[in-house]
Nanobody, 124 residues
Framework: QVQLVESGGDSVQSGGSLRLSCETSGIHFNILSLAWFRQAPGKEREGVASIDVRGFAIYADSVKGRFTISRDSAKKTIYLQMTSLKLEDTAMYYC??????????????????WGQGTQVTVSS
């Protein structure tokens, strides 16, 4: 059974930093493309960043230069380092994975596995 478990969400002031983690289990980590998505209240879920098996990363324009996605094969975990947080970064953040190399952030249905989410709240 594939499981993705997110952690690290918190309440933080604007301009602050957070690091989210997503631990995987039940599937060979090194074949997975992995990503972070987020969903704010009343809005659609949107892609934030993805990373393929080689470590190549893609970012949404809204987070470029502020967020960094990374992966640790030994820990079977991916991370999202978030800096210079803005009010509009407030959302539930979800980890997602697929095992066929897909990294595009625009089609959610291509991401086969999902975590339960971790809440990030940015206040002024």
């Amino acid at each position: 059974q594939v499981q993705l478990v997110e952690s690290g969400g918190d309440s933080v002031q604007s301009g602050g930093s957070l690091r989210l983690s997503c631990e995987t289990s039940g599937i060979h980590f090194n074949i997975l493309s992995l990503a972070w998505f987020r969903q704010a209240p009343g809005k659609e879920r949107e892609g934030v960043a993805s990373i393929d098996v080689r470590g190549f990363a893609i970012y949404a324009d809204s987070v470029k230069g502020r967020f960094t996605i990374s992966r640790d094969s030994a820990k079977k975990t991916i991370y999202l380092q978030m800096t210079s947080l803005k009010l509009e970064d407030t959302a539930m953040y979800y980890c997602a994975a697929n095992n066929f190399g897909y990294v595009d952030l625009t089609t959610l249905s291509n991401w086969k596995y999902w975590g339960q989410g971790t809440q990030v709240t940015v206040s002024s």
